[in-house]
Nanobody, 127 residues
Framework: VQLVESEGGLVQSGGSLRLSCAGSGFPFSNYFSTYYGSWVRQAPGKGLEWVST????????NYVDSVKGRFTIYRDNAKNTLYLQMNSLKSEDTALYYC?????????????????WGQGTQVTVSS
C-alpha cells in the first residue's frame, strides 16, 4: 500500500490550500474504505500533532481545536483519496503535513502508530 500526497505550498495568511492523499495497492477485501484516515502535522522543531480524522463512514469527523471551523477533512473512496481543505490559514499552520490511515479507533490526539503514512508535504503560511 502506498499513500502519495499532493504538493503543499506557500500561501499567504488568510489563504486556502487543499491537500490530497491518494492510496494505491490495497489488497482485495482490505480496501481504502475500511481505513480511518487522518492528517497529522509537524511544525518546525516540534513533535507530531494530530489535525483531523475521518471515519470509514465518510461522515464522522474529528478536528483538533485549533483548526475547527477552518479545515475540512473528506474522502472519496471511489478514488481511494483523502483530502484536507484548509481555509483561513494562519502562520501557526506552517508544518509538514502527513496523511495516515489505520483500521482501528484510538485516541486520535495521542496515537501515531498508523499502519500507512504518506510521504509528507510542506505547507508554509506567510504572515
Amino acid at each position: 500500500v502506498q499513500l502519495v500526497e499532493s504538493e503543499g505550498g506557500l500561501v499567504q495568511s488568510g489563504g486556502s490550500l487543499r491537500l490530497s492523499c491518494a492510496g494505491s495497492g490495497f489488497p482485495f477485501s482490505n480496501y481504502f474504505s475500511t481505513y480511518y484516515g487522518s492528517w497529522v502535522r509537524q511544525a518546525p522543531g516540534k513533535g507530531l500533532e494530530w489535525v483531523s480524522t475521518i471515519y470509514t463512514d465518510g461522515t464522522t469527523t474529528n478536528y483538533v481545536d485549533s483548526v475547527k471551523g477552518r479545515f475540512t477533512i473528506y474522502r472519496d473512496n471511489a478514488k481511494n483519496t483523502l483530502y484536507l481543505q484548509m481555509n483561513s490559514l494562519k502562520s501557526e499552520d506552517t508544518a509538514l503535513y502527513y496523511c495516515a490511515i489505520r483500521q482501528d479507533i484510538v485516541d486520535w490526539a495521542s496515537s501515531f502508530n498508523y499502519k500507512y503514512w504518506g510521504q509528507g508535504t510542506q505547507v508554509t503560511v506567510s504572515s
